[in-house]
């Protein structure tokens, strides 16, 4: 802190050195560029590759998460039994404008699993009333 005086009837002034506090911030700013690509958001899964792809919002209100052991998740929050799926989807878009669900799964899950007509995700999602249906993939590359 500088401080100035004066003689006669000048009062004393006092400024506060900013620079110290200019270095901290240029350093968290630093820091916060670098870890932020580095954080994953969502279940960490090795999605499907498809030559044909649509780009999807940067921010999807619902999405369904299915790892390669059956184990799901709606918007990170865990699906702790398969029969409570439609229930927690109906409540997930009672408050969402857009009416379409983003599903990431596992390249290595087996299709059935999805469309079985008793126990299928399928059924479950539009037994919940949900017509709009998006897979999330990778784009496959030429050479692979």
Do not use: W
Request: charged residues 25%; contains cysteine.
């Amino acid at each position: 802190m500088s401080i100035s005086i004066s003689k006669g009837n000048e009062k004393v002034t006092a400024e506060p050195n900013v620079v110290p506090l200019c270095d901290v911030l240029l350093v968290l700013l630093i820091i916060f560029m670098v870890v932020t690509p580095l954080v994953q958001k969502g279940v960490d899964l090795k999605l499907p590759t498809a030559l044909h792809t649509v780009s999807m919002p940067e921010n999807p209100d619902v999405v369904l998460y299915v790892r390669k052991d059956g184990t799901m998740y709606l918007n990170q929050e865990k699906v702790t039994n398969p029969d409570s799926l439609q229930s927690m989807i109906e409540e997930a878009f009672l408050t969402v404008t857009d009416k379409k669900l983003y599903i990431k799964i596992d390249g290595d899950l087996e299709y059935g699993r999805l469309t079985d007509p008793d126990t299928g995700i399928y059924h479950k999602i539009r037994a919940a009333g949900i017509e709009n249906i998006a897979i999330i993939t990778e784009k496959k590359t030429e050479k692979g």
